[in-house]
């Protein structure tokens, strides 16, 4: 916006943000509070040309609103266009949920079945929260920090 300051025409400007309010529009068309503070023109400028379907979208935004695992309602937007979930917040496994997993492995990691200190492990998910895994004991684990990061960046 910066930039742009000073041209005698803001047309240009004008018409690109009319273009990004109609693709927000046309893609959800469903208005909830937590679209406001999106970057909209980022997104728009990545996925603009993307076939999305709009009913899809409205039935995931839906089902993610509703889910307690997510604690970034905001991020749904952005987890939906981009499918990371860093921005859904979720979850993570509460401190006495690992000592119990740590304690039920006798501190071996599920991984490399080596041992490890409790300060030397991470609380994992058996079964993806994108998968539907559930943040609970009986889907969790421990794995020591290298396994973890290996199984991350797969």
């Known amino acids: 916006m910066a930039k742009h300051q000073h041209e005698k025409n803001a047309n240009p400007l004008w018409l690109y943000f009319q273009a990004v309010i109609s693709w927000v529009k046309a893609t959800f068309p469903k208005y909830r509070k937590e679209m406001k503070g999106i970057p909209w ?12 379907d709009p009913t899809t979208l409205e ?8 889910d307690d695992e997510v604690t970034k309602k905001k991020g749904i937007y952005e987890y939906l266009l981009t499918k990371n979930e860093k921005y859904l917040s979720i979850r993570t496994f509460k401190d006495s949920h690992k000592r ?11 991984s490399c079945t080596q041992h490890f200190e409790l300060s030397q492990m991470e609380a994992d998910h058996i079964t993806p929260w994108s998968q539907g895994g559930k943040t609970e004991l009986i889907n969790g684990q421990m794995l020591c920090r290298e396994c973890n990061r290996r199984k991350s960046s797969k």
């Not at 023109?41 to 076939?51: E, F, P, S, T, V």
């Not at 039935?59 to 509703?66: G, H």
């Open 59 to 66: 039935i995931e935004t839906t089902r993610l609103m509703a």
């Open 100 to 110: 119990t997993m740590y304690e039920r492995q006798k501190g071996i990691c599920t």
């Open 41 to 52: 023109g980022a997104l728009y400028n990545i996925y603009k040309d993307d076939n999305l």
